[in-house]
């Protein structure tokens, strides 16, 4: 089969691979446009899916709008026989129906659960124990279409998002080709989605990664590493903005006050929550570099309350 392999992220990289070593016809990649970042943001940045796309010799598409007529021109003249989507971004139906085999996404989630923009960061905050991939035929409502295969891994208790999108981005590439070699042999056993189990991931921001000393220390740590490395839970301590990386936490009752900081000005630096204290371990304030608690409590001049 002629297959065009639309992706961006480095999560994305393990799948097309996997496809192109066990010799599918990979004639197309499809991914971001180049943009500028890094400091001052003078360096042009390029997909991981695209940098592995041009070593390999496959043609690269980089549409700023999926529905111009020029790519979708483009992209018929690939006569690809199916389209596979691992992290990109929403499509048309002129995009997704063009195929004759359709188009396959991989979800990192076990759907219905879990649809949407940031399912491994919502599986860690909500303290589940267990995740999973999913692929599915698209159609038009996003993370609706009827599902081909899952594969579930679990969810460790000290795991961070990085640790789960590391083990997934392996256990998602073996379920793509799977998901391929069923395709081509076909016929296909679709399952239907139940609408009565659907759980949502919408897209996180800065001003949701805020942490909230009212609830359990449980739930802080849950929230913290399912924001660890991106976007990152803060808080704020002396006025400025802390990102917080990792915590211990001990539970507690006393009379303190939710959201009080104390501090031995050496080892520890802990804020009272519901049910005890965070113990903050991999910290960065604003303004400074990220580092671990001995090292910030060395050069910080601590205030006992805000």
């Known amino acids: 089969m002629k297959i065009v392999f639309l992706g961006t992220p480095d999560f994305a990289v393990p799948c097309v691979d996997i496809l192109v070593k066990n010799g599918y016809q990979i004639v197309g990649v499809i991914t971001a446009v180049d943009k500028y970042g890094g400091r001052g943001k003078k360096t042009l940045l390029e997909s991981p899916i695209k940098k592995y796309a041009e070593k390999q010799g496959i043609p690269v598409l980089q549409p700023k709008n999926l529905k111009s ?18 992290a990109f971004r929403m499509l048309p139906e002129s995009v997704w129906n063009m195929p004759k085999h359709g ?25 589940e124990t267990e995740t999973g ?52 042999s076909g016929p296909l056993d679709l399952i239907l989605q139940d609408v009565s189990k659907v759980t949502h991931a919408p897209k996180l921001f800065t001003e949701t990664c805020e942490i909230n000393p009212s609830q359990t220390t449980q739930e802080i740590h849950n929230f913290i590493r399912g924001l660890n490395p991106f ?3 803060w808080t704020t301590l002396h006025n400025k903005k802390l990102k917080v990386y990792n915590i211990s936490y001990e539970q507690v009752e006393d009379s303190i006050p939710t959201g009080v900081w104390i501090s031995d000005d050496k080892n520890y630096l ?7 204290y965070i113990h903050i371990l991999d910290l960065q304030l604003q303004g400074k570099k990220r580092m671990k608690i001995k090292e910030f409590l060395n050069g910080f001049q601590f205030k006992a309350k805000e």
């Open 69 to 86: 007529k020029v790519f979708q021109k483009k992209l018929k003249s690939l006569n690809a026989d199916l389209q596979i989507v691992v």
């Open 270 to 276: 802990k804020m009272k929550c519901a049910d005890g």
């Open 103 to 127: 188009t396959y996404n991989l979800h990192g989630s076990l759907l219905p659960a879990y649809r949407g923009a940031a399912p491994i960061n919502w599986a860690i905050i909500n303290g």
């Open 231 to 233: 976007p990152t839970a």
């Open 133 to 184: 991939v999913t692929s599915f035929k698209l159609k038009h409502e996003i993370d609706t279409g009827d599902t081909l295969y899952q594969e579930k891994m679990p969810i460790y208790q000290t795991d961070t998002v990085k640790e789960v999108h590391d083990r997934m981005k392996l256990l998602a590439a073996t379920t793509i080709l799977k998901t391929v070699q069923a395709i081509e």
